[in-house]
């Protein structure tokens, strides 16, 4: 089944939907707080919210400079990633560090206007996330040879093995920077559907909830900085569901899916720890990804957190 808009595909309980949202051209919306109240909701629920033209502006001269970048067969990271906190682009070989300069200026430039475009569309979750890292995506996805963890064309859940939110949820905010493809995604099932399956398969709730001996332990850890207590047995348990996910062929080749197509200059937005997805192809994309806190949710009772430690009886995080 294949959708481009909300008015294409009917309901489906447990599966992502599309919101179009027509009014945000021309700049940033000034949404009323109960519409915007609403936008959160939706996108905690699982949806995607879609703008047919992006809000950022993206100079002509950027633009070239970010298309003109080229693959290699050397060893390229999949993403150029910029990490606000610290004003600096990483993800270069040596033979791109003469560009680093123009790229932490596009960047951060690109970074700042999310940043204020989502803390007005979004304005309940404005100042109380965590901003993490903006990147933008050069290589095409479709073909692009990965081991299986790190395949992008498999359904997935995210999960930031080495960074862990110990609860946020992961709002990513894209832009199809491609003047002549769109990207394109598959989702199944959201997290509040589907994740209470994989918290089954393998027992993987309960092998990262732990004993009591070893959650005492993980408190000790804490308490003296060792590395024992430094992720959380919620992060533990996404990271795990993400790379099981991803081994499962039969899972990847029969659940049911929608196919969505990104196209050029449009934006979207999601939570991507709770949609279940996958990028079939596509080139040339901007994100910047915000980590939302359980206490600035409009629906926290619903995000994967909450789902596993009703399931678990117990605290996740630390």
Known sequence: MTATSASEMPPAAGFS??????????GTPMLAPERARQFCAQLEAGYIVFLPVSPIAI????????????QTGSAYHKNIAYRP???????????EQKDAEVLRRIMQKFSKNAVKFIGEFLAPYAGKWKLDYASFRPIEEKGRPARVHARND??????????????????????????????VWVTSQTFEAFGPHYAKVGNLL???SGN????????????LHLPFGSRPPYDEFMHRCHNAMKEDAAFQQNTPKHQWDFPSDSAWMVFTDCVSHAVLSGQYALEQTFLIPQSALVAPQISPLAVLEQMAGRPLTL
């Open 17 to 26: 939907q599309m919101i179009r949202v027509e009014d945000s051209l021309g």
């Open 59 to 70: 100079s002509q001269e950027d633009r070239e400079l970010l298309l003109g970048r080229k």
């Open 85 to 95: 906190a610290e004003d600096r682009v990483t993800g270069l070989d040596a033979s």
């Open 154 to 183: 498999l359904l997935h859940f995210d999960s930031f093995p080495t960074r862990p939110t110990n609860g946020s949820r992961i709002l990513r905010f894209f832009v199809n920077l491609n003047p002549a493809q769109s990207r």
């Open 206 to 208: 309960s092998s990262v």
């Open 212 to 223: 009591p001996l070893s959650r005492g332990l993980r408190s000790v850890a804490r308490a």
